[in-house]
């Protein structure tokens, strides 16, 4: 048995998404089915587009959804049709890690969330006249009206957030916020240098105003993105094309920063931050470098004397069952704006908003589907 749906598919590398019915799996155990409202865009669903997963074609991608349960497989039991969700990334539930509550740290992340673009049991999730896509990406594939995800990746969230947009925090923005709040660890009165303002690096830079850094500074060449940066909580704001990492950040932090939070995945960039961090310091790593053999050039004998941490993070160390549902507390009451990063398009206009995003002109891409509640475009700039 199978639904048919519509579904943004890709053919070839680099290719456009094109709108194609399809067939979608009913769900199976542990499995739910999703009307999915809205669907942010992230760079790494274009990376994927573009083959640097080395995933078949044709694929359905997209892994930040949001919407509404219709069905549910057997022994689903913390969602029910009706409930609403955000979607986020896949785990196993039964490796070391995810018994730690630490899902972002799977044993089986990589094969779950970008393997293959099958579900576990080695089936494809969508298909059409017998012929099975790439899907199941990121465990959703949510560039389509309905999604098969597992249970273990969908979130209730309340009905009085607007679903539509929520999907976003299932990947970039608890990626962002969950360095400052997980990884880091960021305290009151201590400082943080944000490196790359996309939307990413603008969820850190408001779950550090949340935790009452001192100084949060923010270098990006982009003026757009630097002035929203400030209208969410930078202290400061650095054009990295008027000198030196080292020089400005001192000039603004004479002893040097505390934690120092890479979106960027530019080796250059990352190199030239280690010089930027206080006695202790941290950097933290989450930007993905165009080559993935990319490696740092650690100055070892500075880094043990002034004692520094170099962090990798995934997902921003968050379990979403519980984080995404904290960072819509902190939306209610007004301390995490996340919707001013948001600009909305139909789901019909994806090459569009794509093309929108790359160029600048929105911070974070949602397409809406016909389906969703119109949501107003809180139209932010920067990338």
Do not use: W
């Not at 865009?41 to 219709?70: I, K, W």
């Not at 850094?213 to 002035?227: E, G, N, T």
């Not at 950097?283 to 070892?300: N, R, S």
């Not at 209610?332 to 704006?337: L, Q, S, V």
């Amino acid at each position: 048995m199978s639904r048919s749906i519509t579904a943004a598919v890709v053919t070839e590398p680099g290719g456009p998404f094109t709108s194609q019915q399809v067939e979608l799996a009913d769900p199976g155990p542990g499995q739910v089915v999703v009307e999915i409202r809205g669907i942010g865009v992230c760079h790494t669903d274009l990376a994927a587009r573009d083959g640097f997963f080395g995933l078949a074609y044709p694929m359905v991608l997209g892994h930040e959804g949001s919407g509404v349960v219709v069905e549910v497989g057997a022994d689903v039991t913390s969602v029910v049709p009706g409930d609403h969700v955000a979607l986020s990334f896949a785990s196993c539930g039964t490796c070391s890690p995810c018994g730690d509550n630490q899902p972002a740290y799977c044993l089986e992340f990589g094969a779950r969330n970008y393997g293959d673009g099958l579900r576990a049991d080695g089936t494809s999730s969508i298909h059409r006249d017998g012929t099975p896509f790439t899907a199941a990406f990121f465990g959703q594939s949510s560039f389509a009206t309905h999604a098969l995800a597992s249970e273990r990746n969908v979130v209730k969230v309340s009905a009085d957030v607007p679903v539509e947009l929520v999907g976003p925090l299932g990947c970039g923005i608890q990626t962002g916020a969950g360095a400052v709040f997980n990884s880091l660890d960021c305290k009151e009165g201590e400082s943080l240098l944000v490196l790359g303002s996309g939307p990413v690096g603008l969820a850190a830079v408001m779950a550090a105003r949340v935790r009452g850094c001192a100084a949060i500074i923010v270098s990006d060449p982009d003026p757009r993105r630097r002035s929203l940066a400030t209208d969410l909580g930078a202290t400061a704001t650095l054009d990295p094309t008027d000198g030196p990492l080292v020089e400005q950040v001192r000039a603004v932090e004479g002893a040097g920063v505390d934690y120092a939070f890479d979106t960027t995945g530019v080796s250059a960039v990352v190199e030239e931050s280690l010089g930027v961090l206080a006695p202790l310091g941290t950097i933290g790593l989450v930007g993905v470098p165009h080559d993935m053999a990319a490696t740092l050039p650690l100055p070892i004998v500075p880094a043990m004397v002034a004692g520094l941490t170099v962090r990798g993070i995934t997902e921003g160390d968050s379990d979403p069952r519980t984080f995404i549902p904290y960072l819509l507390d902190l939306y209610r009451a007004g301390e995490f704006p996340f919707d001013r990063l948001i600009g909305t398009f139909p789901f019909a206009d994806i090459e569009s908003a794509v093309q929108a995003q790359l160029r600048g002109e929105v911070a974070k891409v949602v397409l809406l589907q016909p389906s969703a509640v119109t949501a107003p475009s809180t139209y932010a700039t920067g990338a």
